[in-house]
């Protein structure tokens, strides 16, 4: 049973360049989730996609965006970097985005963004 | 604004031993409760979780407290295994009807010592 995959593992940029990271979820999961985990810190939430739409968000600017395809992979995008964007990126994926299972989320390995 | 914390930063204990991890919260919102585990590279492993109408949870080694007159709860390890040795999360999340984001913790290093 595969777990949830991230591409790429690691990832070097320059202030101001744009990068894509992309998921795909466990098997049987159509629920994304994608988090910013900033070294010495918890995970923190950046939005969440279910049925191809962005269902939530949090506190991050328009720069950071997102998309869901069809067979519930996603991708996160991220505009004119800054230092600040350096950090693991964390996708989680989970069944529905209502009801008991979708409280338990699964993530995969990271990617690791150093923006210099 | 850090709405679920974990004061500890580390915790080292002998194996065979219990080890308790702790976490705080100041939203009364919050309706339910995980606890991960992360190796290094790899991403978070979910252990275990708690419902808020529930104040104990219990699964193999592993049981969650959750005492919510003083948003609080806890996660008791016995016995301690030196496998165990990992940053634990607390994480907290809103009801279904506010979607169901989750609210991490920094983390609390556990050293388990064979």
């Known amino acids: 049973d595969a777990g949830v995959t991230q591409s790429p593992t690691h990832l070097i940029k320059t202030r101001g360049q744009q990068v894509t990271l992309r998921c795909s979820p466990k098997s049987g999961h159509d629920t994304v989730s994608w988090y910013q985990q900033a070294l010495g810190q918890g995970p923190q939430f950046i939005f969440q996609?279910?049925?191809?739409?962005?269902?939530q968000r949090g506190n991050f600017p328009d720069r950071f965006s997102g998309h869901q395809f069809p067979n519930y992979s996603s991708e996160l995008n991220v505009n004119a970097l800054l230092l600040g964007d350096s950090a693991l990126y964390l996708c989680?994926?989970?069944?529905?985005?209502?009801?008991?299972?979708?409280?338990?989320?699964?993530f995969g390995p990271g990617t690791r963004l150093t923006v210099t | 604004d850090q709405q679920v914390k974990q004061n500890s930063p580390s915790l080292s204990v002998q194996e065979g031993r219990i080890s308790i991890l702790n976490c705080d919260y100041t939203?009364?919102?919050?309706?339910?409760f995980l606890w991960y585990k992360k190796y290094p590279a790899e991403g978070p492993t979910f252990l275990i979780s708690?419902?808020?109408?529930?104040d104990k949870n219990e699964d193999g080694r592993f049981t969650v407290f959750l005492n919510k007159s003083a948003k609080h709860l806890s996660l008791h390890i016995v016995p301690s295994q030196p496998g165990d040795s990992a940053v634990y999360f607390c994480a907290a999340s809103l009801p279904m009807e506010y979607g169901n984001k989750l609210v991490f913790g920094a983390g609390t290093i556990l050293r388990v010592k064979s």
């Open positions: 996609y279910y049925e191809e739409e962005e269902r």
């Open positions: 989680a994926s989970s069944l529905g985005f209502r009801g008991q299972s979708s409280y338990e989320q699964y």
């Open positions: 939203n009364s919102m919050f309706d339910y």
């Open positions: 708690i419902s808020s109408i529930k």
